[in-house]
């Protein structure tokens, strides 16, 4: 078996200007996590929703039996005990279950319960769109210790409805609402184009008004179904007015020296060039590893170069002998930004809105405005 590179960990940011729903927030994209590996799990395709920025390009496929669920599962606590033990460190891993909408299937119930059972090992989350979360489901949250509910907002009420569906954001956020008075934190996820971003600070005012624990946003990514709206993407001559949308969505959360529940989230790939957010820096194929519904290893689900199935070789097998993630992992940086002073922490911005606009992963991020 080749031996893993290893992963760049991120400095960590000084504790004063940490907000609490950060600290301690089970996500990939907070500090603590860039030195952990998470598994997104598409557990199906089937979704009830047809939202035009997807990056599915079907969604009434669902190959995977309860079996195959629970023997990926396995499979990545198998992982995260070779990766930890490489690295001579000890950290709970994470998974994030997501779809299609998973709580469309069945047997989401004995899908939870079995990650709930493994939460020495592991955490989890749910990237949904809450259509079908119900009193009965909120138990199974709360009895398997899920660590977060992901909802989406794209958008003021009529920009979000066109991209999802007629009544959507309204039952987004009563869900959402709904979610934290029993005591499951939310997050909300807000895809950003052209066109949509100056609606930031009122999603985030929004989101304060429901008490969500986070909102963060980042750019769409021209694939899949997002490929239809390349002509509103986010690029390099109008990403400084995203980043200033965003700005003014964090504002002050200190209010009379009291933390806002609420904190917007600025760590994803070049927002800290305009924000107060931390240099970050793509984990595909890192710290991060996606297996899609038909048990298709992939980086990421935005970047879906497929290196093997775990139906038929071992995650652990193709996370560290394939030439995609072998080469992911290694401290390249893009010919494009040599001279760049960010280049060591940022290492060439998203990597899969690269691939998505130049076929290739190691060119620098189109959306970069910097000037070289």
Known sequence: MAVPLAPHVRPA??????????????VAETTDMRSRILMQFHITGRCNLRCKHCY?????????????????????????????????????????????????????RDILMYLGEHRERFSYGVLSNGSF??????????????????LSIDGDRETHDSLRASGDYDRVLRKAEYLEKNGIRTYISFTANRDNHKHLPKVAKECRKAGVTKLWSDRL????????????????????????????????????KIYSKTMVSSNRALQFLGTDGCPYHCSAGDTLITVDEFGNVM???????????????????????????RTLRMEHIPKECEGCKHKSVCRGGAK??????????????????VKI
């Open 133 to 150: 979360i119900d009193d009965g489901m909120i138990k199974v949250l709360r009895e398997t210790g899920a660590s977060f509910v992901q």
């Open 13 to 26: 940011r000084p504790a004063h200007l940490v907000h609490p729903a950060e600290a301690d927030a089970a």
């Open 56 to 108: 599915r390009e079907d969604g009434d496929v669902q190959p995977l039996s309860t079996d195959d669920v629970k023997n990926i599962i396995d499979q990545y606590t198998k992982l995260l005990r070779l990766y930890n033990g490489i690295h001579g460190i000890k950290r709970r891993g994470h998974i994030n279950i997501t779809g299609g909408e998973p709580f469309i299937r069945e047997d989401i």
């Open 299 to 325: 980086p990421c689900r935005r970047m879906p170069i497929v290196c093997g199935n775990a139906l038929e070789t071992s995650l652990a097998s193709i996370y560290f002998g394939d030439d995609t993630f």
């Open 221 to 256: 990514v021209p694939i899949g179904g997002g490929s239809e709206l390349r002509d509103i993407a986010i690029t390099a001559d109008n990403i400084e007015d995203y980043l200033g949308s965003l700005r003014r969505a964090k504002g002050n959360f200190l209010t009379r």
């Open 352 to 369: 899969c809105q690269s691939y998505a606009v130049y076929g290739d992963f190691g060119r620098r991020d189109p959306g970069c405005p």
